[in-house]
């Protein structure tokens, strides 16, 4: 089983649609969460952190469960350029080692 | 431009060969890691470095790699005996410090084709 599980997907949505991706980890002990987006043969971009409040910016929110090890991301008004792959991290303490999932395909179209 | 500097971008070699990759980090950065990855993957820990200390590795990463940071700067990664295996982007990455909040950036890849 793997640390860090995503839906492959692809999600395919139209334009103005509200989108939620999953993500399980297997270590209970994982400090820090974030969610990175990457373009087709780019390298990956921090989207955003997440924290255990939940934390929102713009039309993007991240929420983190600790008791159930899982972290969700929703994307509302869905726009074109919004088609990335996503991908889910997790780190350990002190900045160590950040273990990625294999992400998450979402196409908008128009 | 001061982010995340890998170079070089693309390189193709014969089975067998060595190459060397060269990261340098956001100058102001610590922690400097590296990750491969292939088509249809997440990025896979390799190594990472705070300052010149080699801190962890990975249990993949076979004795044919190296990697180093000689004055907690710029970092190089080798590959010895390359195999057509190894093809791969390979990512890397810095951060602030070491605390857990500090996120990654990454530099643009060296994509590595081993024919």
């Known amino acids: 089983r793997k640390e860090v599980e995503q839906d492959p997907g692809p999600f395919n949505v139209p334009e103005g649609a509200t989108v939620a991706f999953n993500c399980t980890y297997s270590?209970?002990?994982?400090?820090?969460f974030f969610w990175y987006r990457q373009d087709c043969r780019k390298e990956p971009k921090l989207l955003m952190s997440?924290?255990?409040s939940g934390n929102e910016d713009g039309r993007f929110t991240a929420q983190l469960n600790r008791a159930s090890q899982y972290i969700s991301l929703l994307i509302r008004d869905s726009k074109l350029s919004d088609s990335a792959t996503y991908l889910c991290?997790?780190?350990?303490?002190?900045?160590?080692?950040?273990?990625f999932g294999d992400g998450t395909t979402l196409t908008v179209k128009p | 431009d001061t982010g995340v500097s890998q170079n070089p971008r693309h390189k193709i070699t014969k089975r067998g060969q060595n190459v060397t990759f060269r990261c340098d980090p956001i100058?102001?950065?610590?922690?400097l890691y590296w990750y491969r990855q292939t088509l249809g993957q997440g990025p896979e820990f390799l190594t990472y470095?705070?300052?010149?200390?080699?801190?962890?590795k990975s249990r993949l990463l076979s004795d044919r790699f190296s990697a180093e940071r000689p004055k907690g700067s710029f970092s190089t990664l080798e590959i010895q005996r390359t195999e057509q295996g190894d093809s791969a982007m390979y990512l890397c990455?810095?951060?602030?410090?070491?605390?857990?909040?500090?996120?990654?950036?990454f530099g643009n890849g060296t994509r590595l084709t081993v024919t």
């Open positions: 470095f705070q300052n010149e200390a080699q801190l962890e």
């Open positions: 270590n209970s002990a994982s400090q820090s």
């Open positions: 997440v924290y255990s």
């Open positions: 991290v997790v780190r350990g303490r002190n900045a160590g080692k950040s273990t």
């Open positions: 990455a810095s951060s602030l410090d070491d605390t857990s909040n500090s996120p990654l950036h």
């Open positions: 100058s102001e950065h610590n922690r």
